[in-house]
């Protein structure tokens, strides 16, 4: 009974390639996010959908395209893949997108350009 | 632009002692500052939540402290046990996203 789950766990790929990891929360939350933790620990958001609707965008490559069919569900596509996008993908979801409400977070991609 | 530091990066600990993490933030505009564990290979916990206009929160053997106008917060950890070895890390919300520290490893020993 995962609360936030992504698949794949693991992602090996070569560069140029498009792959996508989806995300799906059992929780009921209104919102969602990814974040990218990379090789330095470092977590920084990238986006946020409230009830499909996106409301952050961060500074991201347009190589990369979230996409959210329902409030339960948002996966993440990434084009013509580079080396520099090697990092853990963490989908996050909260209650609703108050700054008070707890995020809980999946157990994260790695993913490994090459 | 909202910075998030957390000092020691490491900490290496004896089962039993007490202990007090540390996290800054640069722009006291916050709406909250929220503490989560990270186990190797594993998302983020969230274990506690002050919102702007409290100044402690207590779960347990964690007691988390917001001081907006000093831009710092601790985590209090009592009684550690080897169970606390993971990464713990802050993070701010205001008009800026939520923002990240990159953490503090703790380590506790047997």
């Known amino acids: 009974d995962t609360a936030v789950s992504q698949t794949p766990k693991y992602l090996v790929t070569q560069m140029g390639n498009d792959k996508s990891i989806k995300c799906e929360q059992n929780l009921g939350h209104d919102t969602m996010y990814w974040y990218k933790q990379d090789s330095k620990k470092f977590l920084k958001i990238m986006f946020s959908y409230n009830n499909k609707e996106l409301i952050i965008n961060e500074t991201v490559p347009n190589r990369f395209s979230p996409k959210s069919p329902d409030k339960a569900h948002l996966n993440l596509h990434i084009n013509s893949l580079e080396l520099g996008d090697s990092a853990v993908y963490f989908c996050a979801s909260s209650q609703d997108s108050t700054e008070n409400s707890p995020l809980h977070f999946g157990n994260g991609t790695r993913l490994t350009v090459t | 632009k909202q910075e998030v530091t957390q000092i020691p990066a490491a900490l290496s600990v004896p089962e039993g002692e007490n202990l007090v993490l540390n996290c800054s933030f640069t722009?006291?505009?916050?709406?909250?500052l929220q503490w989560f564990r990270q186990d190797p290979g594993k998302g983020l916990t969230s274990l506690l939540l002050?919102?702007?206009?409290?100044r402690e929160q207590t779960s347990g053997r964690l007691n988390a402290s917001l001081d907006k106008s000093s831009g710092r917060s601790t985590l209090y950890i009592a009684a550690s046990q080897p169970g606390d070895s993971a990464t713990y890390l802050c993070a701010a919300t205001g008009n800026t996203p939520l923002v990240f520290g990159k953490g503090t490893r703790l380590s506790v020993i047997a």
């Open positions: 722009d006291s505009a916050i709406y909250n």
């Open positions: 002050i919102q702007s206009s409290q």
